[in-house]
T-cell receptor, first 114, second 111 residues
Framework: GAVVSQHPSRVICKSGTSVKIECRSL??????MFWYRQFPKKSLMLMAT?????????EQGVEKDKFLINHASLTLSTLTVTSAHPEDSSFYIC??????????FGPGTRLTVL | LAKTTQPISMDSYEGQEVNITCSHN???????ITWYQQFPSQGPRFIIQ???TKVTNEVASLFIPADRKSSTLSLPRVSLSDTAVYYC????????????FGTGTRLKVLA
């Protein structure tokens, strides 16, 4: 399967700071990438769909000004959590979409906001 | 609110066949059903994907009835390393078109 990387794998930050998470598709070009959030013992919840060269589509209840998504190239999408607060602490996972709409997932980023 | 539901948990013994079903009433007519395995603090790992009837690969089978409102992942002979959470992922049409993960099934394989 295709390889998707995320960086960083783990980040701890102070409340009020911003954190950027990178998602890269290493061996294929992905016109569409997805960002998910997962709380402990819960399923993955779609936050937004990111299309290369256009604005991301956010799911209901996800603040676009707080979770900034940029998909500047076919292999890179970034999620920036602005002015992070403790309730933003979660496991953030990206995926890149293949030719049959199968999604290949990154390893996830564990965000802890103090 | 469209939901994609799975049993919360299942226990099995090594060597047994395990079947996990996902119900997805609002599934889009033109997209695939995909199943993933997830270990703690890792991203989901692709297991199998299908559109209809039966699909088999080296690790699992996927059974999809004609109405596609459910799907069943079959793991033929589980081992301790198959202990994980299993999710289905489908595209739904409920107002908007989007991908929804199932609620997840926590499989525990016992020796």
């Amino acid at each position: 399967g295709a390889v998707v990387s995320q960086h960083p794998s783990r980040v701890i930050c102070k409340s009020g700071t911003s954190v950027k998470i990178e998602c890269r598709s290493l061996d294929f070009q992905a016109t569409t990438m997805f960002w998910y959030r997962q709380f402990p013992k819960k399923s993955l919840m779609l936050m937004a769909t990111s299309n290369e060269g256009s604005k991301a589509t956010y799911e209901q209840g996800v603040e676009k000004d707080k979770f900034l998504i940029n998909h500047a190239s076919l292999t890179l999408s970034t999620l920036t959590v602005t002015s992070a607060h403790p309730e933003d602490s979660s496991f953030y996972i990206c995926s890149a979409s293949g030719r049959r709409n199968e999604q290949f997932f990154g390893p996830g980023t564990r965000l802890t906001v103090l | 609110l469209a939901k994609t539901t799975q049993p919360i948990s299942m226990d099995s013994y090594e060597g047994q066949e395990v079947n996990i079903t996902c119900s997805h009433n609002n599934i889009a007519t033109n997209d695939y059903i995909t199943w993933y395995q997830q270990f703690p603090s890792q991203g989901p790992r692709f297991i199998i994907q299908g559109y209809k009837t039966k699909v088999t690969n080296e690790v699992a089978s996927l059974f999809i009835p004609a109405d596609r409102k459910s799907s069943t992942l079959s793991l033929p002979r589980v081992s301790l390393s198959d202990t994980a959470v299993y999710y289905c992922l489908v595209a739904i049409t409920s107002g908007t078109y989007k991908y929804i993960f199932g609620t997840g099934t926590r499989l525990k394989v016992l020796a």
